[in-house]
């Protein structure tokens, strides 16, 4: 959430340089923009310090320690979530892109429709072939299978 204020903020600041200076409201967006990033430095310095303490002598902090633990693990959660999600997506996009691979004519590239056997453009025939015995990709017109030599059927 921090990066989507972070962006906008950049934004912001970029757009206030094609504004007037001296508005009122572009000032009070510089001066906005430029406390928020001193309390981010602020919060990051913080931070810091709290992890050299931490580092140094654990204990000190019994209950906030606990809540540190349980965020680490939360966030370990999340990032695995993330990395599902991440590859749900390249799964999702490698099956559109075999669909699509079905539908495009190896022999002209036009995109025909969904249960169109043969190219509307060229006539060429669509999809792809396997082999009956070993399952192997194959192109059509192909009589004998480079993998396994079964005759194919037409």
Known sequence: ???????????????????PQDDPNVKIMNV????????????EIYAEIGRQVLAEKTGLFPD??????LVKISLQEAEQKLKSAQEEKLT?????KA????LTCPSCGTY??????????CGSRLGTLRCSGCGTE???????????????EE
């Not at 959430?1 to 504004?19: H, R, T, V, Y």
């Not at 999702?92 to 559109?96: Q, S, T, V």
């Not at 669909?99 to 079905?102: A, G, Y």
């Not at 009589?143 to 194919?152: A, D, F, N, S």
């Open 99 to 102: 669909e699509e691979k079905t």
């Open 32 to 43: 906005q923009s430029e406390i928020n990033e001193l309390r981010k430095k602020e919060t």
């Open 138 to 152: 194959l192109s059509y017109g192909t009589r004998y299978c480079g993998e396994c030599g079964k005759k194919q």
């Open 64 to 69: 906030l320690e606990n809540k540190l633990q």
């Open 1 to 19: 959430m921090s990066d989507l204020f972070e962006g906008l903020s950049g934004i912001m600041k970029g757009l206030s340089g094609f504004m």
């Open 112 to 121: 025909n429709a969904e249960g169109i056997k043969f190219c509307q453009e």
């Open 92 to 96: 999702i996009e490698a099956a559109k």
